[in-house]
């Protein structure tokens, strides 16, 4: 009898670590699939990012934002885009070698006399050479004549630089204030929802914060492009300036050496 129990004792082990190997196995078995499967999903997820593409998934924020505000911001977008574009194309023009100019007006003025030198200004593009053109026809009169329109003459000329440069600023205070206007009404829209529904349910928020949110996003995406191309055009600005000075000052000295 003790033989017995003994011999159904140890094939009960037998089996027990039969079925634990068993049990092991096919649970290993099953991890790795579930893993695989994850790792298959998350390819193909991946995949489907990458092949939406930057544009269409901007497109589809734009849209889900709401075509209200989302529309007036593109708007300020284009708008500032367009002034800066015109202001960095202008200056760009506007800017002028002012030593070259400064040397060629003296060796006209050195060679044919003044109106020598206002032929050269008359061909040369540029502020500078302006205020060369304005001082030059005032020199007959006197030097106090020629350096009151020199200064008149480059007030105007600052005012061509910064035209229409206040409507960048505008439109940069203006996208994100829009974006944050487009904030409080998709919250304001959440909690109009909770108070209908009678409860917290986050299906019933989640429209109106994420509108809430794009507009924002947008808003101070647009802000950000519009300031860099504004701190560009101020620099320019200032740098054409500073050469308009500097060059001013250059023909007053040219024009008390004409005299003597």
């Known amino acids: 009898m003790k033989n017995l129990f003994s011999l159904i004792l140890l094939v009960s082990l037998m089996i027990a670590g039969t079925s634990a190997s068993f049990a ?4 290993h078995n099953l991890a790795t699939e579930l893993q695989d499967d994850v790792v298959a999903a998350d390819t193909v997820a ?24 989302m529309g007036v911001v593109l708007l300020c977008l284009i708008l500032g885009l367009a002034i800066a574009i015109e202001r960095i194309i202008y200056l760009n023009l506007s800017t002028t070698n002012s030593k070259k100019l400064t040397q060629e007006v003296e060796d006209a ?14 061909n ?3 502020p500078v050479a302006s205020i060369f053109y304005q001082g030059l026809d005032r020199a007959d009169e006197s030097l106090e004549a020629a350096e009151k329109a020199v200064v008149a003459y480059g007030g105007v000329q600052m005012g061509q630089l910064e035209k229409n440069v206040s409507w960048i600023s505008l439109f940069i205070a203006l996208a994100p204030m829009l974006g944050f206007m487009g904030t409080v009404i998709g919250m304001i829209q ?14 019933l928020v989640a429209g109106g914060i994420k ?12 802000a950000i492009i519009l300031q ?17 000075e500097d060059a001013s000052i250059s023909l007053m000295d040219l024009l008390v050496k004409n005299k003597k």
């Open 24 to 27: 092991f196995s096919s649970t």
């Open 46 to 69: 991946a995949d489907d990012t990458a092949s939406v593409g930057f544009h269409q998934e901007l497109k589809k924020r734009f849209i889900e934002g709401g075509p209200g505000f």
């Open 109 to 122: 003025l050195a060679s044919g006399g003044v109106n020598a030198a206002k032929e050269v200004c008359r």
């Open 124 to 126: 040369t593009k540029g």
């Open 190 to 203: 959440a909690f109009d929802k909770i108070e209908a529904a009678g409860d917290m349910q986050p299906s």
């Open 211 to 222: 509108v809430a949110l794009l507009t924002t996003v947008f808003g101070l995406v647009v």
């Open 228 to 244: 860099v191309f504004y701190n560009y055009i101020i620099a320019k600005i200032d740098s054409i300036v500073n050469d308009m």
